[in-house]
């Protein structure tokens, strides 16, 4: 064979060994692209099962919602309750009161002065509840039996009817219903007696769901007072706010506005307490 026949054998086999290691190359490159392929695919399935679910949770949440906002929504009362007066504050907060166009009910203690009476009366002829509180709040005196405490709670129904012709059925115990100082000065049973005697005798005790904080201590800022009240009305249906009419608690009478807005913004409509209104009671102390 010549050297021009070898040389020609040669560079064919080269020639085909080259087009085997391209045709390698290009179908592990094929191989390649049909795995990515098949991962990606993949990837979009999944992404695709996850937003066939994003969207049934969402049509469910849908659902759920159109359900939700066709049901009536309960309505919210709030009611402003105001313990200790008569005082000279009493005045302010009932313009503040009839400028808001807003009813509330005071827990008020016995005061024989025109300027009570005077109070009293007002009380009652601008539509607020009026309610017992007991004659003179010393708790040694009204807890030490349940005939004391009676006694000082008729002292004051016989004055505050006989001064504005309304004989009142409604009362708030003089700390709350909880208080200590029954028990401290009238023995474990006196909480649960007094209860049962003042439904016999056809008339109601409140406790409160929510505390302006007015009272604990002397004076206090005016912002406190308005954040706890809004703060404990939230989420509720049925707010009964504590608050105090007494000559040092002039913060009170200045949170009374931004409360009053607040509460509105919350939706609550305000009413007076009434004997068959449901009634807020802590736990009796045992």
Do not use: C
Request: net charge negative; aromatic share 8%.
């Amino acid at each position: 064979m010549s050297k021009i026949g070898k040389y020609t054998k040669v560079l064919v086999a080269v020639l085909i060994v080259s087009v085997l290691i391209g045709l390698g190359t290009h179908i592990f490159k094929l191989q390649a692209t049909v795995q990515a392929l098949k991962v990606q695919n993949e990837e979009l399935l999944n992404e695709n099962a996850a937003l066939t679910i994003d969207l049934e949770l969402a049509r469910q949440e849908a659902q759920l919602n159109d359900k939700n906002s066709s049901q009536p929504k309960q309505p919210k009362f709030a009611y402003l309750t105001f313990d200790d007066g008569p005082s000279a504050n009493t005045e302010q907060i009932l313009n503040i009161l009839r400028e808001y166009g807003v009813k509330a009910t005071f827990f008020v203690i016995g005061s024989e002065s025109e300027y009570s009476k005077h109070l009293y009366r007002r009380i009652v002829e601008e539509g607020h509840a009026i309610g017992l509180h007991s004659y003179n709040h010393v708790y040694s005196d009204i807890y030490k039996s349940e005939e004391a405490f009676m006694e000082s709670m008729y002292k004051l129904q016989d004055l505050i009817e006989t001064t504005t012709g309304v004989r009142p059925d409604i009362l708030r115990f003089p700390g709350g219903s909880n208080t200590s100082f029954i028990t401290r000065y009238g023995g474990a049973d006196l909480a649960a007696s007094l209860a049962a005697r003042i439904h016999r005798e056809g008339m109601q005790y409140f406790d409160w769901n929510v505390s302006s904080l007015d009272a604990t201590k002397p004076v206090v800022d005016t912002q406190v007072i308005v954040d706890a009240t809004l703060r404990g009305a939230q989420n509720r249906n049925q707010a009964v706010v504590l608050m105090h009419d007494a000559p040092i608690k002039k913060t009170t009478v200045e949170a009374l506005p931004a409360i009053i807005e607040g509460l509105q913004a919350q939706g609550f409509t305000f009413e007076v307490l009434k004997r068959d209104t449901p009634p807020v009671h802590f736990r009796l102390p045992q």
